[in-house]
């Protein structure tokens, strides 16, 4: 468990999630279904759903962290594989969401530094954050703050709430990147 001070009021606590925070998470990310276009999904997955997901993040030895703000769950994140070929096994994929009414207070930065961290420790060379809708600043903001640099956007490829989303792609290396021979072998989160 970390504690982090807010931007803009009280302690933000991050931690490992916990069977316990499933119908939390679900009701958040259902928001940002129901309301957002940070997903591309149209119908909220059910709380069955959501413990699969997570069961198969954490199975795969990768993060997957809660921020508690005021009492409550006010984000998640995780990292999962980026492409389930063999040789995207160095990449991950990011994912972050934040609740309704509690942005702006470092809820993301939160979750997305000790995210990056570990990832970075378990021997991951590339995080790629896939972000729905261009004008989604606040996503594309926290992820410049984060290091990633956007590398490409892709057109129109979602339709949701009526209109033509595109996607934005933005990426940043973990440790030594590229720069490096590849490791002989990636060690489950928090263990080395």
């Given at each position: 468990m970390k504690l982090m001070p807010s931007l803009?009021?009280?302690?933000?606590?991050?931690?490992?999630?916990?069977?316990?925070d499933i119908p939390a998470i679900a009701a958040l990310y259902a928001h940002h279904v129901l309301h957002g276009t940070a997903s591309f999904e149209e119908v909220p997955p059910d709380e069955a759903e959501m413990a699969r997901r997570r069961a198969d993040i954490l199975a795969r030895g990768?993060?997957?962290?809660?921020?508690?703000?005021?009492?409550?769950?006010?984000?998640?994140?995780?990292?999962?594989?980026?492409?389930?070929?063999?040789?995207?096994r160095f990449t991950l994929e990011n994912s972050v969401y934040v609740a309704d009414g509690m942005g702006r207070r470092g809820i993301g930065r939160a979750l997305m530094d000790p995210l990056i961290e570990m990832c970075e420790a378990a021997g991951y060379r590339r995080m790629i954050a896939a972000i729905g809708d261009s004008a989604n600043h606040g996503s594309i903001g926290l992820h410049a703050a984060c290091g990633f640099r956007p590398v490409g956007v892709l057109p129109a490829v979602g339709y949701k709430f009526g209109r033509w989303l595109d996607g934005v792609l933005m990426e940043r290396p973990l440790g030594e990147g590229s720069d490096g021979p590849a490791p002989e072998r990636i060690f489950p989160v928090g263990m080395r």
């Open positions: 803009n009021g009280p302690a933000i606590t991050v931690r490992a999630s916990a069977d316990a990768l993060p997957y962290l809660v921020a508690e703000c005021e009492g409550r769950l006010a984000g998640y994140a995780y990292a999962g594989l980026y492409r389930t070929r063999s040789a995207y």
